[in-house]
């Protein structure tokens, strides 16, 4: 007790101490768990950019690579277009634009722009996110075939999605809860005819807020998804077809195309433009002899706006060339028609030149109302202008090369003629020119050298993402790059 | 009360002066050679009161009437008890210990112990077996010199990064290194990546701000129970570093100057073939990576044209690779001073190393100054403190897969004489045979990282004995450094052709404040029984802060600032800050110095958990049992055995905000191309932001590991043989993890808690003296490590999760349910039901494979170390051997080198055609041998590329990892010269290595420190140094 005594002050006081420095002002030393890095909520006006760049970057990163030298419009010299030149593709390939791109790019920003954009009534903005989700989602069934669509970006909902038949997802399936794309488009388009509290602007990195524009975009991506399912259902395809002429506000004019622009500076640029000069994949691909040699027979005036050639000659090699590439300064590439001057683009997702390519197809083999060597006339005349042709120009090449610009022989023949032409038009885009020939067998593509793939033959689909597989067990494994996609039936 | 308060320090100070009325003197010597032994610990039995013998081992101490004995003890000394018997002068020979087994050590939170009582293995590292080896960096040094820990270097470049696991790896997600306290103060060991792991850098793990020189002991905690008192990030053990500047001094002023140089040469490049050159199927490609080209002496292929056009001799250049590398040196040099005596002393220190690595423009320096003290004031209040100042600087060369010098030197051909003709032009370009990538030296020149360290760390307490059985402390720790990082690829760098400079600045501050209450009291309840009773309070914050800018697009060639860039495609700013409260008791119990209970317990409150669960608790029992003192045995065989068990669990907390999903800026893209919001579009700029990869949890729970160990002690004929043997079980559970989800989900993971994991091992180490005579001595230390570990289950519905990190499309270092932790997931070769490999009719070569399978485990079967010591006279030799028996390492550099011909493998009967081993199935689903030849390209290359299984091979080395031999002068020899002592000595390190399933060293792991291991990609080959030392005391 003496001892205690004597120390009862230090102990009394080294109580109060603990307590005063944990109990009483525990609450507050603790509370500091907010983040002051990232914010937890954001306006539809920065989402839109994100996932319009998300879209874009879909289309013309690596699948873009992927396309064109499928479609033998680029060769590979090195690293992954070389593989993909001989119709080797794995499951590693598309990861990124998977992962970061597509899924956790572009279609979640879509979605929690719908989400941002619903609460404060900002229908426009709610509309183009629903044409965008359409367009990106199409995309990617086209490359992959069965994907995750209903049931996917539900987060911690659904950590592990199931997939929905490509057929389902264009047509939808009301038993399985399966939106149409085409529904979802039309959705979008009624959202955008409603009032909206507020209108973007320099956000919109296609239209710039043009809110009619952005109507035309939605129609116009409905003849494209008609178009991509003529074969397997004609009777839909007719019929939505017939819809979007009868409502006959579409994309009519290259100012209206669906087009998402960059900017000139070093992480604003073009994807294209990227990898095509200021990259260490730079030196992957180059132009193939085959493109040049296709446009050079067609003596189309295009050929030397589309291919750069930085020796004065066009140096090219072909698809599957296993020899010596050609020094990496003289080699023919994508223009600034592709890239944009220093990067700025346009990427574009859907044109005037490809809308009057659709219509004229459909006009064939759907019996859709209009005249086909009109609209084939229109497409090419839309597309050389885009590429910087007079008018002038091309009224002398259309004189000089009837053949090529008159569409004739069977409606077979002639849809193959639309193709070739739509195929050239599409130059840098990759993936509609790889659609367009699964879905026709246009244009007619030689092998490509020391071909491998599975069989031989040139891929018809991309494989499932082995990330994806080992993360959802819904996936199937080992889908090989030879299994065709639903829509491919010839 | 003033007269009950005069009246009790009466009679504090009467009790105290009778106490003090006699005084004992005497010598403490060898029983080696009879040499004086200072600082040996020399203390009244049953009582606190002591001193320390002095340098030439005098001693003298005032005992009380009613004190009967005496006990010495020191570190590396037999304990020794000796009664009084009324004696005045007590003269007593100490035995040196090969293992000592009645040692002091320091334990959790500074608390010494002897070992006898402890109911956990901790191992304890003396300063001089980690001294003087070759080596600046402290982890490195402590490889194969104890048991139950696994230590891995990154590379050869000066300052990597090293990782340490202890017990093996316990969190899936949390840090796995042990918590690192350096006298007292919580260390920060933080890696900070400035790059993606995959291209970037090495960067170090910061405990290399210490020099081993400057320690005096490392005592390594290894389980929960061991460290239950530093709390949450104890779970996976702690490193007690003791530095000569934090050690109570005994007596005598001593100066100590240290110096050494040594030289380093690149080691274990794998073996080339010196016949075939640049080229595929036979033929000679001027920009081809590969060597599958003629033979040399070829007709026609005399010579050949360059990519640049000129003609140059078509030949074998054998040392194309060797060259490369330089020697590379390092100096080192310290002076410590330090004085007083036991309650009074001070120390300081300076230290300097200068490393400069085996390619040029990398090296690693490193200078600290270092002072501290303590005093015991007149009022009995203990003060003491130290505080270090380090100056890191550190740079080296960019690694990774593709475009850096090193992605590129596994691409060299046979013929490429690559450091005998010019890699630059007039203009300071590369001339290289690769478009779009640069030559080695040109990307040595140009591509680089710089990091910066200012640090300081420090630490003051304060003590009071409030009575002689209680104590209180108070102490305040800190530990703060600024990164100051730069990497600078310079106009034409591969990955950013356009030049690139990141600045990136780092700040990281840890502050603890920590309270002690200590009481002990000696016989309570029965005769026999000592408690001790500890009560804590620890207040812990750490911050940190990360901000910086990335110029791109530069003008000025050379010009290595961010004002030379035209575009800033990123700036950025992150900070984090996190607290935690704990408050902790421990109860030990001591029954007549055989039998040893010891119950802790501790409850954290952590910012980082939501409010209102933030708290929780865990607790933990020691047990130990020395039978041959509990039953009075003497034993000339048996002279020392113990038993010991215990049971601990420890919790930890989240990192800090994974409780919220957020938006991030916008970005898009990979390596091929990439943007980054805000977007500048035509004159304006557009921001965007998007939603975080990452899925939040409002519910977020602490984790758990709980652990069961029990272990035996065993010395022999007076412990010239020790064994210590453990064997552990631990299970962590309710894992805070960021689980991998379907990307189709919209986000790349969920963070949760989730799973369990089991660790179990052994751990052995056997210490003998197999010779003492007087002049000559062999003491020889075994360690064995054995752990296997198993992720028992992740979530319902996902068998398996990508571990946090950077990682290659396809490789991804992974848990997976029934596997060990970190087992690489990747694309297995397609093979038949019965195991057969798959072959594709059509080319001979492999079918596609199936993705998604575990191709490679990291983890090592098991790890040993064998440390001989001989000592003659003046003469001591130390070798270290040591194994790394299993694990597999994922390899871009060798697969590189073997798919493009360069190995020397490849170059074994190449014109032969060859089958690559497999089945080629029927249409009816039956199948045949494959019997389809190929060249020997396609052979090699189809035996995997980058991305696949043919990547993986087998890491076990057998390795000469030390090996010194120092001379002391004698004594006599320095009478009459003002030293003390002077030693000189040789060390080497890595001297010899044997990896049967690996080309080359397979102790490489690129991905630095942290939880990704058995990664090559492409990193810088590790080393073989040598080296001279010189060590003075005045």
Redesign the interface.
């Known amino acids: 007790m003496t001892l205690f005594a004597r120390h009862k002050k230090w102990v009394t006081g080294l109580t109060i101490a603990c307590s005063v420095a944990t109990l009483s002002s525990c609450s507050d030393f603790l509370d500091i768990n907010q983040t002051p890095n990232n914010p937890t909520s954001v306006t539809p006006a920065t989402l839109l950019p994100s996932g319009l760049v998300g879209s874009a970057f879909s289309n013309a990163n690596d699948l873009n690579r992927f396309g064109s030298v499928i479609m033998s419009v680029t060769a590979g010299a090195n690293g992954s277009p070389f593989t993909w030149d001989r119709y080797n593709t794995n499951g590693a390939d598309f990861g990124n634009q998977w992962r970061f791109e597509i899924y956790g790019g572009a279609l979640i920003n879509y979605e929690k722009l719908i989400e941002a954009a619903q609460a404060t009534n900002s229908n426009s903005y709610v509309g183009i996110a629903k044409i965008m989700k359409a367009y990106t989602f199409a995309l990617t069934t086209d490359v992959w075939g069965d994907i995750p669509y209903s049931q996917a970006l539900k987060g911690d909902e659904n950590p592990q999605p199931g997939l929905d038949t490509q057929e389902d997802i264009y047509l939808g399936n009301s038993s399985k809860n399966v939106q149409s794309l085409f529904d979802l488009v039309k959705e979008g388009l009624a959202d955008l005819e409603k009032t909206s509290t507020t209108n973007p602007g320099s956000d919109d990195l296609v239209y710039g807020g043009s809110v009619a524009n952005w109507k035309r975009a939605g129609n116009t991506l409905l003849l494209k998804l008609a178009l991509q399912i003529s074969s397997v259902n004609p009777d839909r395809a007719k019929t939505i077809i017939n819809e979007v002429l009868q409502g006959n506000n579409y994309i009519t004019t290259n100012a209206q195309n669906l087009a998402v622009k960059f900017g000139g500076q070093v992480g604003s640029q073009s994807p294209i433009y990227t990898y095509t000069y200021n990259s260490s994949f730079s030196t992957d691909q180059l132009i193939s002899t085959r493109f040049v040699n296709l446009l050079q027979g067609l003596n189309d005036p295009r050929l030397p706006l589309f291919v750069t050639r930085p020796s004065g000659q066009y140096v090219t090699i072909d698809n599957g060339f296993a020899g010596t590439p050609p020094v990496a300064t003289s080699r023919s590439m994508f223009s600034t028609y592709v890239t944009g001057e220093n990067g700025v683009g346009p990427v574009r997702l859907i044109t005037n030149w490809q809308r009057a390519f659709i219509l004229a197809e459909a006009v064939l083999r759907l019996g859709t109302a209009g005249d086909a060597q009109k609209l084939y006339e229109e497409g090419i005349k839309a597309s050389m202008t885009s590429a910087g042709i007079s008018d002038a120009d091309i009224t002398a090449y259309f004189a000089a090369n009837p053949t090529v610009v008159t569409l004739s022989g069977s409606n077979e023949e002639k849809i193959k003629q639309i193709i070739t032409q739509k195929y050239i038009s599409l130059y840098g885009n990759g993936l509609e020119q790889w659609n367009d020939w699964r879905r026709t067998g246009y244009p007619t593509l030689a092998p490509h050298q020391n071909a491998v793939g599975v069989d031989g033959t040139r891929p018809v689909r991309a494989r499932y993402i082995d990330q994806e597989i080992a993360r959802n067990p819904n996936f199937p494994n080992n889908i090989l790059q030879n299994v065709r996609v639903w829509w491919d039936v010839n | 009360m003033k007269k009950?308060?005069f009246?009790?320090?009466l009679?504090?100070f009467g009790w105290t002066a009778q106490a003090q009325d006699r005084v004992v003197t005497g010598k403490v010597t060898s029983s080696d050679d009879g040499s004086p032994i200072p600082g040996v610990s020399i203390v009244v039995k049953g009582t606190t009161k002591g001193t320390t013998s002095d340098a030439n081992g005098n001693y003298r101490l005032s005992i009380s009437d009613n004190a009967t004995a005496l006990v010495f003890s020191s570190v590396g000394l037999s304990r020794l008890e000796e009664t009084i018997n009324g004696r005045t002068v007590i003269d007593v020979v100490l035995q040196t210990t090969s293992e000592s087994l009645n040692e002091v050590v320091v334990t959790a939170q500074g608390i010494e112990r002897d070992t006898r009582s402890l109911g956990y293995a901790t191992q304890n590292v003396n300063g001089s077996a980690l001294a003087q080896r070759s080596e600046p960096n402290v982890l490195n040094t402590l490889q194969g010199k104890v048991a139950g820990v696994n230590i891995t270097s990154s590379s050869g470049a000066p300052g990597a990064s090293t990782n340490i696991n202890i017990r093996g790896i316990t969190s899936f997600n949390g840090n796995n290194q042990p918590l690192i306290v350096v006298d007292g103060i919580i260390f920060s060991n933080d890696v900070d990546n400035s790059q993606n792991t995959l291209f970037g850098s090495q960067p170090s793990s910061r405990l290399s701000d210490i020099s081993p020189e400057s320690i005096e002991s490392i005592n390594v905690l290894k389980g929960p129970a061991a460290s239950v008192l530093y709390g949450s990030r104890a779970s996976a053990g702690v490193i007690v570093i003791t530095t000569k500047g934090g050690k109570g001094m005994n007596g005598k002023t001593e100066v100590t100057f240290n110096s050494s140089v040594n030289w380093q040469n690149v080691a274990y490049l794998p073996k080339l073939q010196n016949q075939y050159g640049q080229g595929?199927?036979n033929?000679y490609?001027?920009?081809?990576t590969a060597s599958w080209g003629p033979a040399f002496g070829t007709p026609g292929f005399e010579t050949v044209l360059s990519?640049q056009g000129e003609t140059v001799p078509y030949q074998a250049y054998p040392n194309n690779l060797r060259d490369f590398y330089r020697t590379g040196t390092m100096f080192q040099n310290a002076l410590n001073i330090a004085g007083g005596d036991q309650d009074n002393n001070f120390s300081a220190t300076i230290s300097s190393t200068i490393q400069n690595g085996i390619v040029r423009n990398s090296g690693f320096d490193r200078n600290s100054v270092q002072v501290g003290g303590n005093s015991k004031l007149k009022n009995g209040v203990k003060l003491g403190g130290t505080i270090t100042y380090v100056k890191t600087a550190q740079k080296g060369a960019t690694m990774g897969n593709?475009?850096s010098a090193f992605g590129q030197l596994t691409r060299i051909p046979r013929s490429f004489d690559l450091v005998g003709r010019p890699y630059k032009d007039a203009t300071g370009k590369s001339i290289y045979f690769l478009?779009?990538?640069n030559h080695p030296l040109w990307s040595l020149d140009n591509e680089f990282y710089n990091s910066n360290v200012d640090r300081v760390f420090g630490n003051l307490s304060v003590g009071y004995d409030?009575?002689s059985w209680?104590n209180?402390s108070y102490r305040v720790t800190a530990d703060t450094y600024t990164d100051l990082k730069k990497q600078v690829l310079r106009i034409g760098a591969?990955?950013a052709?356009?030049g690139q400079i990141d600045e990136d600045l780092r700040f990281r501050s840890e502050l603890n404040?920590d309270?002690m209450?200590n009481a002990n009291k000696k016989d309570i309840f029965v005769q026999g029984l000592n408690a001790t009773l500890l009560l804590g309070?620890n207040?812990n914050q750490r911050s940190t802060k990360q901000s910086g800018v990335i110029a791109?697009?530069l003008t000025v060639p050379g010009f290595d600032n961010v004002s030379n860039g035209?575009?800033f495609?990123?700036s950025y700013?992150?900070?984090?800050?996190?607290?935690l409260?704990g408050?902790y008791g421990q109860l030990s119990l001591d029954y007549k110095s055989y039998l040893f209970l010891e119950l802790s317990g501790r409850v954290d409150?952590?910012?980082?958990l939501p409010?209102g669960q933030?708290a929780y608790f865990y607790p933990s029992a020691a047990l130990s049992f020395v039978p041959l003192e509990a039953f009075k045995v003497q034993s000339d065989v048996v002279s020392y055995a113990k038993v010991r068990g215990n049971i601990a669990r420890v919790g930890r907390d989240a990192d800090?905000?994974l409780?919220?999903?957020?938006?991030?800026t916008?970005t898009?893209?990979?390596?091929?191309?990439?943007?980054?919001?805000p977007?500048?579009?035509?004159g304006?700029s557009?921001?965007?932001?998007?939603?975080?990869?990452r899925?939040g949890s409002l519910n977020l729970k602490p984790e758990f590991v709980t652990s069961y160990e029990a272990g035996l002690n065993l010395g022999f004929f007076n412990n010239r043989l020790g064994i210590d043997f453990t064997y552990f079980n631990t299970r962590s559970t309710s894992q805070i993890f960021n689980?991998?989800?379907?990307?189709?989900?919209?986000?790349?993971t969920?963070t949760t808690n989730i799973g369990e994991m089991q660790n179990k091992g052994i751990e052995l180490q056997i210490s003998a003296t197999p010779v003492r005579t007087k002049d000559f001595k062999w003491d020889l230390l075994l360690n064995f490590t054995r752990i296997r570990n198993k992720v028992i289950s992740i979530a319902p519905?996902?068998?398996?999760?990508?571990i946090t990190g950077d990682s290659?499309?396809?490789i991804?270092p992974?848990i997976a349910e029934g596997q060990p932790y970190g087992v690489i997931?990747?694309?297995a070769n397609a093979r038949t039901e019965s195991g057969e490999l798959l072959i594709n009719p059509?080319?001979g070569a492999f079918m596609?494979?199936?993705?998604?399978q575990v191709i490679a485990n990291p983890q090592k079967d098991w790890i040993a170390g064998l440390t001989n010591n001989f000592s003659f006279k003046g003469f001591t030799l130390s070798a270290l051997f040591d194994i790394n028996k299993g694990g597999q390492i994922y390899s871009f550099s060798q697969v590189d080198m073997r798919s493009a011909g360069q190995t020397e493998i490849t170059g074994i009967d190449r014109d032969q055609p060859r089958i690559l081993p497999g089945v080629i199935q029927n249409a009816d689903g039956t199948t045949r041998p494959n019997n389809i030849q190929v060249s020997a390209q396609t052979y090699w290359a189809g035996l995997g590329g980058l991305?696949s299984e043919g990547a993986v091979f087998d890491a076990t080395a057998y390795r000469l990892r030390e090996l010194s031999l120092n001379y002391s002068l004698p004594t006599s020899m320095l009478s009459r010269t003002p030293f003390g002592n002077v030693s000189i000595g040789v060390s080497g390190r890595n001297l010899w290595m044997f990896a049967p399933g690996f080309p080359a060293d397979p102790e490489i792991n690129t991905q630095g420190a942290g939880n990704i291991q058995g990664m090559d990609l492409n990193g810088i080959p590790t080393t073989r140094n040598y080296g001279v030392n010189l060590r003075v005391t005045f």
Do not use: C
Request: hydrophobic fraction near 35%.
């Open positions: 009950l308060l009246f009790t320090f009679l504090l595929t199927q033929n490609v001027n920009n081809s990519r593709g475009g478009d779009g990538q409030i009575a209680l209180v591969a990955r052709p356009l404040g309270l209450i309070q207040l791109e697009s035209s575009v495609t990123s700013e992150n900070s984090s800050r996190r607290r409260v408050h409150q952590s910012s980082t409010k933030n800090p905000y409780l919220q999903s957020v938006y991030t916008a898009f893209g990979n390596n091929v191309a990439s943007v980054n919001f977007l500048s579009v035509g304006s557009i921001p965007g932001f998007q939603i975080g990869s899925i689980v991998a989800i379907s990307n189709a989900s919209g986000y790349d969920r519905g996902i068998s398996n999760s990508n290659f499309s396809g991804a992974s997931i990747g694309t059509l080319t596609p494979g199936i993705a998604g991305a």
